[in-house]
């Protein structure tokens, strides 16, 4: 598969490219949504009820005539889950917002949350990587907006980007974690560089680190591409279960035609993320980082939609055998063994099939609360009958075992009874997805993006019954219902924050 250079001017992350939108598959033309942060079921708390919100991005709406200027959608959780009844609705012309929404923005292409000021409500980190700074073609643009008992206000303060001549993108990718366990929320900021700007000790009001900023770059090594550029994603969570945050980093070497290679895993340390202790991971374009078999230690999910050629000249399939997840169990020393589950594996619902991309996006929750994380895999460019790259999703359960591929597999479409909508062409069902607590009974209901009518965009809540994911009182929430453009392609639900 081609990819675009990372330079080049992209949609949006998790998006697709003109012919995506006319009915091709969906490609990779920028960074897809990182994954679970941590082990907890409930995770977003913008308004601190305790029951998990979700956050998600319509990063191509029009705003007040402005082309993909961007905005970011807030559904706050509650009984009945995921709703349009309770949200906030934000753009750069939202007051309190810094900035001003202007064409191409792509405001809310990439998003973190946490707890950054201490107050107890999460606040979010929320960029516009495309925005023009002065005579700065896509430097973009990073903000934090704060949490409160009502959620998000809009009230937030820019975080400055510390070397704007060095590199594009600011923002473009994000992760939120405490890397040095001192207990106050960290900030990881990639952008078109190499070079990983770590936040630490929270955010002040005045978008200044808490107590100082440095820098991570794991030690690459150039492969036949060139030079290094910036991560693809970046994903925290505890994999070796000393407390601190580590960080994996994916695709973080050299681009070349053939897609992004390497990814990397940064340990948490004292004293932060210590580069020196990298290990290399398998290829991978999305990651999660969640306990799977129960042993308290972080395993790292990573899916792996599309073919990558490595610096040595290996092809690793992706693509062009319909896709896989590479789960690489975490152990007191990090990293440890790896095991690779496609469509073809054991019971695992569908069949490998070329450019499905099975693995494209992934979560990880507990979705009947036995202690063991559970995996949602997405399928996007699935077909079913006539229609070409409608997706599915794929819900796998955890065991003290790992994943179980030998049964207890769950597949939806929207053809699958009870799920609203119906299976069509380019509606990429699975375009994002999310294992959240957002009905507050302690287990992961799921949520899923798609490019529905033509990638104007909708978001579709699956809720668990208490033993597994459920059609019973489904709903797909619609970009008119939430305040959203429906001119153009707002892409609503194609990124989650993480």
Do not use: C
């Amino acid at each position: 598969m081609h990819m675009q250079h990372p330079h080049a001017v992209r949609l949006a992350l998790a998006t697709v490219t003109a012919a995506a939108l006319t009915g091709g598959l969906l490609t990779l033309s920028a960074a897809t949504a990182t994954a679970a942060d941590s082990f907890r079921v409930a995770k977003a708390d913008f308004n601190g009820d305790g029951v998990g919100d979700v956050l998600a991005s319509a990063h191509g709406a029009n705003v007040n005539g402005h082309k993909d200027a961007g905005q970011i959608v807030a559904l706050y959780g509650g009984a009945s889950g995921a709703t349009s009844a309770r949200h906030s609705t934000i753009s750069q012309n939202t007051a309190g917002v810094p900035g001003t929404a202007e064409a191409g923005d792509g405001f809310g292409a990439e998003s973190a949350y946490a707890d950054f000021n201490g107050d107890g409500y999460d606040d979010l980190a929320v960029s516009a990587p495309y925005e023009k700074n002065g005579t700065d073609t896509d430097g973009g643009t990073l903000a934090v907006l704060w949490g409160s008992a009502r959620g998000l206000t809009g009230k937030g303060v820019t975080i400055a980007d510390p070397a704007p001549s060095a590199h594009d993108f600011w923002g473009n990718d994000l992760a939120a974690g405490d890397f040095d366990g001192d207990g106050r929320a960290d900030l990881a900021v990639g952008s078109s560089s190499s070079t990983i700007y770590v936040y630490k000790g929270g955010i002040t009001t005045a978008g200044a680190p808490g107590s100082g900023r440095s820098t991570v770059k794991p030690p690459i090594s150039p492969g036949t591409g060139g030079s290094p550029h910036g991560p693809l994603n970046l994903t925290a969570g505890d994999v070796n279960g000393d407390g601190r945050t580590d960080l994996v980093v994916d695709g973080f070497e050299t681009r070349t035609q053939y897609g992004w290679n390497t990814n990397y895993f940064v340990p948490g340390t004292a004293t932060g993320l210590k580069a020196a202790s990298a290990k290399t991971l398998g290829p991978g374009i999305v990651t999660a980082i969640g306990d799977i078999n129960g042993d308290g230690f972080g395993d790292i999910v990573s899916g792996a939609g599309w073919d990558s050629k490595l610096s040595d000249g290996t092809t690793v399939p992706g693509a062009s055998n319909g896709g896989r997840v590479n789960i690489t169990y975490g152990s007191a020393s990090g990293p440890g063994a790896t095991a690779a589950i496609s469509q073809n594996t054991g019971k695992v619902p569908g069949t490998s099939e070329k450019n499905d991309s099975f693995g494209w996006d992934l979560d990880m929750g507990d979705v009947n609360g036995d202690g063991y994380q559970d995996v949602v895999v997405s399928t996007p460019n699935e077909d079913i009958g006539s229609a070409a790259n409608t997706g599915t999703v794929t819900v796998l359960y955890g065991t003290a075992n790992g994943v179980k591929t030998d049964g207890g597999a769950q597949l939806f479409a929207q053809s699958t009874a009870g799920v609203p909508g119906a299976d069509e062409k380019s509606d990429l069902f699975g375009a994002d997805v999310k294992l959240d607590d957002v009905n507050g009974d302690g287990r992961a209901d799921l949520i899923v993006g798609s490019y529905e009518n033509s990638a104007k965009g909708a978001i579709t809540y699956l809720p668990s019954n208490g033993t597994k994911i459920t059609t019973t009182g489904s709903r797909t929430i619609a970009p008119s219902a939430l305040g959203v453009p429906t001119t153009g392609a707002a892409q609503l639900g194609a990124v989650f924050a993480d």
